[in-house]
């Protein structure tokens, strides 16, 4: 089975120029979660969103972030302008309850962004 | 705050000898606890996780870990370390709200 597919790999991009990471998540699972990784910061879940619907995005740093999934299997987080700060490695992750909450995230390999 | 800490930031094994890496919860119930490990350049993968029941839960690669609420610790354990087991290692807690929150994550170097 394939997993949570993450598009692109690696990304470099100029201050100023908007920036969309893709996300593919396991089919049949309907949690979706976007996490940023930074040496400084660490792993932060920035929103997550539960049968396409966002449920939590607390942790989306401003306006210039904003993510959709307009069906069950893309989701994109999209930052506009970016700015050197935002530099940092993006995961996607997405899981499926059986039966109440299991916990267990798929990662995939993460998007590293690099903004000049 | 609910949190996770985990307050080693680099741990340093002989290959061979025996692992402990230390996680502390602050939740006001229990948490579910999980350990996840991330080789570089790739994903976080599960190693194990913690609901109720059982204190000590088996994961995958030959890792345990206990969970001991007198002391809000879950800390992850292996008798005998592999150079492949060289990797960052994260404790992460989720309440009932369904946020899985990291912990700032423990960097494992194995000697030869």
């Known amino acids: 089975d394939a997993g949570v597919i993450q598009s692109p790999r690696h990304e470099v991009t100029e201050m100023g120029q908007e920036v969309t990471l893709r996300c593919k998540p396991i089919?049949?699972?309907?949690?979706l979660f976007w996490y940023r990784q930074t040496m400084m910061r660490g792993l932060e879940l920035l929103i997550y969103f539960n049968n396409n619907v966002p449920i939590d995005d607390s942790g989306m740093p401003e306006d210039r972030f904003s993510a959709k999934m307009p069906n069950a299997s893309f989701s994109t987080l999209k930052i506009q302008p970016s700015e050197p700060r935002d530099s940092a490695v993006y995961f996607c992750?997405?899981?499926?309850?059986?039966?109440?909450?299991?916990?267990?995230?798929?990662f995939g390999e993460g998007s590293r962004l690099t903004v000049l | 705050a609910q949190s996770v800490t985990q307050p080693d930031i680099h741990i340093t094994v002989s290959e061979g000898a025996s692992l402990e890496l230390r996680c502390n919860y602050s939740?006001?119930?229990?948490?579910?606890l999980f350990w996840y490990v991330q080789s570089p350049g790739q994903g976080l993968q599960l190693l194990l996780k913690y609901f109720s029941g059982d204190t000590l839960v088996q994961g995958i690669k030959g890792f345990e870990a206990e969970f001991k609420r007198s002391q809000s610790s879950f800390n992850l354990r292996k008798p005998s370390v592999h150079w492949s087991d060289a990797a960052e290692y994260f404790c992460a807690g989720m309440d009932s709200s369904y946020k899985l929150i990291f912990g700032s994550g423990t960097r494992l170097l194995v000697r030869p």
């Open positions: 939740y006001g119930a229990t948490p579910y």
């Open positions: 089919s049949g699972h309907d949690y």
């Open positions: 992750a997405s899981s499926s309850p059986t039966g109440g909450i299991t916990g267990e995230l798929f």
